[in-house]
Each structure stands twice: as structure tokens, then as C-alpha cells.
Nanobody
Framework: QVQLVESGGGLVQAGDSLRLSCALSGRTNANMGWFRQAPGKEREFVAAINFRGDQTYYADSVKGRFTISRDNAKNTVYLQMNSLKPEDTARYYC????????????????????WGQGTQVTVSS
């Protein structure tokens, strides 16, 4: 069972940067994903990374601005967020991917579990 805690969120202005961290405990040999959810909206895929850290995936809305990475020695996954926009405002969650299916791909939150409590990111204009 993987437990995790997200941190690093905050209130920033458009164009600023934040680095989110996801501290893992328990079994950590898993692909990881970052998702975000704004009030009244469904959870949205942001980025994913495999265990080795040599494969990454991004939502079109964040490509070129966000970078997902991990330090397995520290059991931590990161999301570097640059050039933040008000549209990025949401609560950000990380989770291990636990279901591998052609139906529930890496961008589908249904393939993930053990969600953390999330960390709020608010970007003002």
C-alpha cells in the first residue's frame, strides 16, 4: 500500500512558478501521475512518469510549461510548474497507477489509486 502527501501549492501570480512535491511511503515501485481538480469539475490529467523516470507524459494544456520528475532515492515525485496561468488554478493530486488497461489508460484517473489529500494551487491574474 502506497501512502503519499502532496505539498508545495500556494497562491501565486500569473507567470510565476511552483514546484509540487509528492512524498511517498510504502511500496513506491509504480508509475505516478499528477492530476488536478477545480471546483465543480472532474479530475483532470496533468502529467505522468514511469518508475524509471525515463518516460513522461503531459496534457496538452501544460506541455512546455510543466515538468514531472522523480527521485526514487528520496521516494518523491515532483511537478515543476512554470509560466503558471489562472487556468491552472486547481487542487493538485498525485497517485500511483495501479490499473493497466487499454480502457483505462495513463491519462484516466480510474487507473490510479491511493490518492493523497492534494495541494491547492491558485494563480491570480
Amino acid at each position: 500500500q502506497v501512502q503519499l502527501v502532496e505539498s508545495g501549492g500556494g497562491l501565486v501570480q500569473a507567470g510565476d512558478s511552483l514546484r509540487l512535491s509528492c512524498a511517498l511511503s510504502g511500496r513506491t515501485n509504480a508509475n505516478m501521475g499528477w492530476f488536478r481538480q477545480a471546483p465543480g469539475k472532474e479530475r483532470e490529467f496533468v502529467a505522468a512518469i514511469n518508475f524509471r523516470g525515463d518516460q513522461t507524459y503531459y496534457a496538452d494544456s501544460v506541455k512546455g510549461r510543466f515538468t514531472i520528475s522523480r527521485d526514487n532515492a528520496k521516494n518523491t515525485v515532483y511537478l515543476q510548474m512554470n509560466s503558471l496561468k489562472p487556468e491552472d488554478t486547481a487542487r493538485y493530486y498525485c497517485a500511483p497507477r495501479t490499473l493497466f488497461s487499454s480502457t483505462y489508460e495513463y491519462y484516466n484517473p480510474s487507473s490510479y489509486s491511493s490518492w493523497g489529500q492534494g495541494t491547492q494551487v491558485t494563480v491570480s491574474s
